[in-house]
């Protein structure tokens, strides 16, 4: 099995930053994707950034020129730079790994999620 560890959320003020991190341990054999979803009180979860084996990355159109997401391929770590942050930013962001077992067959996993909270 899969484990997703998110860490590095906690309080900030307007315009703070954070840097959360995701580790991935156990089978792993080959990975398609890691990115960060968020979900805020009383609305859908969405996709803020993923980076993909190949290097390309996707990010929502909140979060461009303000976020960054990048990895340590040797230690299966993903992160997300968050730097001016928003109240509207604020919510509970979940890690997600896609795996690739071959043969088409891909499963996803998803970390409990780390607290981000944005005063003022």
């Known amino acids: 099995q899969v484990q997703l560890v998110e860490s590095g959320g906690g309080l900030v003020q307007a315009g703070g930053s954070l840097r959360l991190s995701c580790v991935a341990s156990?089978?792993?054999?080959?990975?398609?994707?890691m990115g960060w979803y968020r979900r805020a009180p009383g609305k859908q979860r969405e996709l803020v950034a993923c980076?993909?084996?190949?290097?390309?990355?996707n990010y929502a159109e909140s979060v461009k020129g303000r976020f960054t997401i990048s990895g340590d391929n040797a230690v299966n770590t993903v992160y997300l730079q968050m730097n001016n942050l928003e109240p509207e930013d604020a919510g509970v962001y979940y890690c997600?790994?896609?795996?690739?077992?071959?043969?088409?067959?891909?499963?996803?996993?998803w970390g409990q999620g780390t607290q981000v909270t944005v005063s003022s």
């Open positions: 997600n790994a896609e795996l690739d077992y071959g043969l088409g067959k891909f499963f996803n996993f």
């Open positions: 156990g089978r792993i054999v080959s990975i398609n994707v």
């Open positions: 980076v993909r084996r190949g290097g390309s990355t």
